[in-house]
């Protein structure tokens, strides 16, 4: 036997070994790897099976992806046959609803121009027109019923008719406003000052002070004093170069015992002055910027408190306590005058009792009710070191 015939006797030997475990598709890529005309072992074999192996693998993983390619594009075609269809109907549905407005609309505007022609309608009409009489009657009727320019007359015509009635109030309010507008152009620039003063003072006290209602009717004079002609103030006038805004005899409430002295109480632009009466003497000078507070009580008396700013030169004795017959007017023109100079409003304490230093010491001044030997004079009277009593009739 030649070696060529053992070779081939060897080959067909593997290839039915081969036969019997794989496919044969495995096979052809087995025996397309085999090398012909060479003998070899088992390492021979192994080394055929590898390449066999690996070729199957690619094989089947081309078909994974030929595979995976037609599910993908059968995926979007899917897809993208869907986005149609659905913007298909979506077009319909808008072409259809505006068919429906446009079919709406004709219609509402067919039945507005024919509508006047119906007979429902005249009832509206009919309404309307007897609604624009009555207010009209009602304007012309008033034009010849109104009342006097005087802001203090309180006479206004009755409504003809209760639908009316916020009308008429709003027409009332309107009317008010507009006569006092005109009685206020009339005023020259003194009694503008006047006026406000007096506002002021309503603001300040009305519904909190009961002396206040009785100040109403009195004008504010200011200067009590005639300093500039009486010749016994000659001194007293020279010494002060400012304006004078009050110029009035109050008392002086003393501090140790809480009997009350005769000054002349001085209010200018800048300090607040306090004379001897008969001298005419400067006893004390407060600068406006060291005054913090006005205290007074609720009731019907004259008392008032001057609170000092604590550390100044003015402050030294304390707290300043008087009574006057004109409180309303001093504490507003007090009030106007800091708020002018300081830029900053004096706190108005209205309470029946309060605090006040004198001196070195911190004073109740408590105001009570009591029957009065002298009349209907409020008596002053200190009780111990920290309560000082004042007895209002």
Not at 41 to 62: D, N, Y
Not at 183 to 202: M, N
Not at 205 to 224: E, I, R, T, W
Not at 345 to 366: A, H
Request: glycine share 4%; net charge positive; aromatic share 10%.
């Amino acid at each position: 036997m030649t070696c060529k015939t053992k070779n081939t006797d060897h080959l067909t030997y593997r290839k039915s070994l081969l036969t019997t475990a794989l496919d044969q598709r495995y096979f052809r890529a087995c025996s397309d790897h085999l090398p012909v005309g060479r003998l070899c072992g088992v390492g021979w074999i192994q080394s055929g099976c590898f390449k066999a192996r690996k070729i199957l693998r690619e094989l089947k993983h081309q078909k994974r992806c030929e595979e995976a390619v037609t599910t993908i594009a059968a995926y979007w075609h899917g897809t993208q046959a869907r986005r149609e269809l659905k913007r298909l109907k979506e077009e319909a549905r808008r072409k259809h609803a505006v068919a429906v407005i446009w079919a709406y609309w004709l219609g509402l505007k067919v039945r507005r121009e024919y509508r006047k022609f119906f007979r429902a309608n005249a009832g509206k009409k009919i309404y309307e027109f007897t609604l624009q009489r009555i207010v009209q009657k009602y304007f012309l009727e008033m034009k010849n019923k109104m009342p006097s320019l005087s802001p203090i007359d309180k006479n206004w015509p009755s409504r003809p008719y209760l639908f009316l009635d916020s009308t008429h109030k709003e027409l009332k309010r309107i009317f008010h406003l507009w006569r006092c507008k005109k009685y206020r152009d009339q005023f020259t620039d003194q009694q503008k000052l006047i006026y406000e003063e007096k506002l002021e003072a309503s603001e300040l006290f009305k519904d909190k002070k009961a002396l206040y209602p009785s100040s109403v009717g009195q004008p504010f004079q200011g200067a009590y004093l005639e300093i500039n002609k009486n010749p016994k103030y000659k001194k007293l006038k020279d010494a002060i170069e400012e304006k004078i805004i009050i110029a009035e005899v109050v008392n002086k409430i003393n501090r140790a015992n809480g009997k009350s002295t005769s000054r002349i109480f001085l209010l200018t632009n800048n300090n607040l002055l306090l004379a001897d009466q008969k001298s005419g003497q400067i006893k004390s000078e407060v600068p406006l910027v060291d005054v913090t507070k006005v205290s007074m009580s609720s009731q019907n008396d004259g008392f008032f408190a001057v609170h000092l700013k604590e550390g100044s030169e003015a402050a030294s004795k304390g707290d300043f306590l008087f009574s006057s017959d004109h409180l309303i007017e001093m504490a507003t023109k007090l009030y106007r005058t800091t708020l002018s100079q300081t830029k900053q409003k004096l706190n108005i304490e209205i309470s029946d009792e309060f605090l006040v230093q004198f001196r070195q010491d911190k004073v109740c001044v408590k105001f009570i009710q009591g029957n009065q030997k002298n009349g209907s004079v409020p008596t002053c009277k200190r009780k111990n070191n920290r309560l000082l009593e004042v007895a209002v009739p």
